[in-house]
């Protein structure tokens, strides 16, 4: 079993202001760099199993580790393996592939965990998801965002 989750910041967090900060502007037109880098911080949580994979303490920027699952997705279908890491530390997700299993390490711990490969691919889906839906649900205008339609159509 794999567990893939965000939260928004908790009122008061300076991580709620990447939120905030988004408001402003034209959020259709805003770019993959502001969108990866600047806005919506949350807490982001991936355990296997019962093996914590990356804590739900970590705080990343949602629209940079969509992105980085969305290209997981088409790596990991495609029969390949992938990683991702976050642009906030040096911590990078390993995902090898070991026949029908995927075997999920953190560069900075040394647990490891198998998860099935259609079972990731659907939760990473499942994540993109309700991701993009949060996202326009904060903000519609979203919605009209060629980097956000990136991992929208998943």
């Known amino acids: 079993m794999i567990h893939l989750s965000f939260s928004l910041p908790e009122p008061g967090s300076p991580w709620l202001k990447t939120w905030d900060s988004a408001k402003q502007g034209d959020p259709a037109a805003m770019t993959e760099m502001d969108l990866r880098y600047k806005h919506f911080g949350v807490n982001f949580e991936l355990a296997v199993g019962d093996v914590e994979i990356v804590s739900k303490k970590r705080f990343v920027t949602l629209v940079d580790l969509a992105l980085s699952l969305s290209g997981v997705v ?32 953190s560069s900075m711990r040394p647990a490891q965990a198998s ?12 994540f993109l ?3 993009h839906s ?21």
Do not use: C, M, W, Y
């Not at 040096?90 to 995902?95: A, C, K, R, S, Y």
């Not at 904060?138 to 998943?154: C, D, M, T």
């Open 74 to 105: 088409n790596r990991i279908s495609s029969g390949d393996d992938a990683a991702f890491g976050f642009t906030e530390s040096e911590e990078v997700i390993h995902l090898r592939r070991d026949g029908d299993l995927v075997v999920v390490s």
């Open 115 to 126: 998860v099935g490969r259609q079972e990731l691919v659907g939760e990473i889906v499942r």
């Open 129 to 131: 998801r309700v991701a």
């Open 134 to 154: 949060r996202l326009v649900a904060e903000i519609p205008e979203l919605s009209a965002n060629p980097v956000i339609r990136r991992f929208s159509s998943k």
